[in-house]
């Protein structure tokens, strides 16, 4: 494939739009890897390469990169399906397949990628279920005392998400001015935990703190302090016993989840109890979109709209329909 696109260049012609090659789809997946490794934000590469590993290679591995059909990726994706893996996560292997099959068309590899022909699983939009007032008042209630306090309520105040939470510094925060700067998140992967950039450039932002959540982390301050951490410059304001990063599967399991039982709530996860409900709250209480979008990270107004815009209030006609038939 080298020797002719070197020929087509140097003729001064046009590169030919697809190259024959025997590349096997794993051969391909391999040099594919290397090519976006360093592209990837951490935790989205290994999410890749467990799709790979456990869904695209038992089924393609051997099969030359050039016979590649729709009926054999739709077949794929239909025998995932029987073995009970949900409409999403079908989604996201035909995501990384596609992906990687937009590389193998701008290297010439093949002549087109296959996946645009084939139609993935759709799936339903999640419901949302986010604590009601009376059942936030409740959660809150119900973890005070609890080490990770003050974590459940900037996260519920704020809409943080678990990884930037994790990832907050005691630099970031000025108890004075009340106002915290989301400038990291703790990644918890298969390597161990590291600190990186926020999910997207909106991430990065600020947030103005409550005079509960303020109390909160004065308290939780003093505690670490009791413990002998340290509580001023680029440490982390949420800790395990030990001083290290806090561990969000030891969080939810051994917190978080016995503090819904406690509480006599639902179960749900992290996110919904806190993140969303965050954003309901302040919708429902009138607070500009535009301003909880901000304070939440959002990639957009817009995208605050359409996740969240039946919590405004005033949802609906308002009476219209009735007066007007009147």
């Not at 260049?9 to 890897?33: C, H, K, R, S």
């Not at 409409?87 to 093949?110: K, Q, T």
Request: glycine residues 8%; proline residues 6%; positive net charge.
């Amino acid at each position: 494939m080298a020797e002719e696109l070197a020929k087509a260049m140097a003729a001064e012609e046009d590169p030919p739009a697809f190259v024959p090659t025997n590349i096997t789809v794993g051969e391909f997946l391999v040099q594919y890897e290397d090519a976006v490794r360093d592209t990837m934000k951490r935790r989205s590469f290994e999410t890749y390469l467990d799709i790979v590993r456990l869904h695209v290679l038992p089924a393609l591995r051997n099969t030359k990169l050039k016979d590649l059909t729709r009926k054999q990726v739709q077949r794929m994706y239909a025998r995932k399906r029987d073995e009970g893996l949900s409409a999403a996560r079908v989604r996201r292997i035909h995501g990384v397949l596609s992906s990687a099959l937009n590389h193998a068309l701008r290297w010439r590899l093949v002549e087109h990628n296959v996946c645009k022909e084939v139609s993935p699983p759709r799936v339903p939009p999640p419901e949302i279920r986010p604590f009601s007032l009376d059942e936030a008042k409740r959660f809150l209630a119900t973890a005070q005392g609890d080490r990770f306090e003050a974590l459940y309520v900037l996260g519920m105040t704020s809409g943080m998400r678990l990884g930037e939470l994790g990832g907050l510094f005691w630099s970031d925060v000025d108890l004075a001015r009340r106002v915290l700067y989301v400038q990291r998140a703790l990644i918890t992967g298969h390597g161990g935990q590291t600190l990186e950039s926020p999910k997207t450039s909106g991430s990065r932002r600020g947030i103005s703190l409550t005079a509960k959540v303020v109390d909160a982390l004065l308290r939780h301050r003093k505690q670490q302090q009791a413990e002998g951490f340290p509580v001023e410059g680029d440490v982390l304001v949420f800790t395990n016993r030990a001083g290290n990063p806090v561990n969000p599967s030891h969080l939810l399991y051994r917190s978080f989840k016995p503090l819904l039982k406690r509480a006599g709530l639902p179960d749900t996860t992290f996110h919904a109890a806190t993140r969303h409900t965050c954003c309901c709250i302040l919708l429902m209480q009138g607070v500009n979109p535009k301003a909880v979008s901000l304070q939440l990270g959002h990639s957009s107004v817009a995208f605050t709209l359409q996740k969240y815009a039946h919590f405004l209030p005033g949802f609906g006609d308002n009476g219209a329909m009735d007066a007007a038939l009147s």
